[in-house]
């Protein structure tokens, strides 16, 4: 074998290769810009449909019988997401805060939704109220996409 001197000594190139010019293929350009929204008044409605479960959740822990409950406090929420807006379910979830995504399930018929159910311990029930909070005073890419 040839002595090449070279600090890789167990790597050879014996042939020597063309040299092309760097050619930009492009990408993401598939993607649907957002749609038009008014962010303040979707977060308004956001905020009363999330105040509404907080409130129906209240009323049913009254009503349950204290020594029948067990495990972790806590309610479901149900979204409705669009189809082509699957990449949000991760955002529902919150490891840290034991919020965990249930279930999803599409829908039959030519409907484009989607309906995902997250489970929301109490102690973490401030949650989407500050994500939805952040949603309607800072301009941010990211975006509230379930209805």
Do not use: C, W
């Not at 991760?90 to 249930?102: A, G, T």
């Amino acid at each position: 074998m040839p002595d090449y001197r070279r600090n890789l000594p167990n790597l050879y190139i014996v042939e020597k290769g063309d040299s092309k010019n760097y050619t930009y293929r492009g990408g993401g350009g598939n993607q649907k810009p957002f749609p038009p929204r008014n962010r303040i008044e979707h977060a308004e409605t956001l905020q009363q449909a999330f105040e509404k479960a907080l409130e129906n959740y209240q009323q049913q822990k009254l009503l349950r019988e204290p020594e029948l409950a067990v495990g972790e406090a806590g309610f479901y929420l149900e979204f409705q997401l669009q189809k082509s807006e699957l990449k949000a379910i991760e955002s529902l979830e919150n490891k840290p805060k034991h919020i965990e995504l249930l279930a999803v399930h599409s829908s039959d018929n030519a409907d484009e939704t989607v309906s995902v159910t997250v489970f929301v311990p109490e102690k973490a029930s401030d949650f989407f109220a500050s994500k939805i909070e952040a949603y309607r005073d800072e301009e941010t890419l990211e975006k509230l996409v379930f209805i």
